[in-house]
C-alpha cells in the first residue's frame, strides 16, 4: 500500500525509455537506501519502452517490503525526447 500523498517527505520520479538495466540498478540502490524516518515512494514514468523496462519495475515493486516506498510505472505515449 502506497503512503497518503500528504505523509511523504519525497518522492523519486524516474522518466525512462529503453534503459532496463539502468533501471534495475537504481531501484534496487533506492531499495538499499536505510533511513527509517524519512517516508518516500518512486513514480516510474515509461516513454513507451519496447525492452524489459515494466518487468523490471514488476520485480523491483515485488522485493520491495518497505511500506513507505513503493514504485508504480506509467507508461505515456508520444516520441521519446533525446
Not at 500500500?1 to 540498478?25: F, H, K, W
Not at 515509461?46 to 514488476?58: E, G, I, L, Y
Amino acid at each position: 500500500m502506497m503512503p497518503q500523498a500528504g505523509s511523504l517527505d519525497a518522492t523519486v520520479l524516474i522518466c525512462t525509455y529503453n534503459r532496463a538495466s539502468l533501471l534495475a540498478e537504481t531501484l534496487d540502490s533506492l531499495t538499499r537506501c536505510r533511513v527509517s524516518t524519512l517516508r518516500w515512494n518512486v513514480i516510474v514514468v515509461d516513454n513507451n519502452s519496447t525492452d524489459a523496462t515494466r518487468q523490471v519495475v514488476v520485480v523491483a515493486d515485488s522485493r520491495n517490503t518497505r511500506s513507505s516506498s513503493r514504485t508504480s510505472s506509467s507508461r505515456v505515449r508520444g516520441s521519446p525526447t533525446r
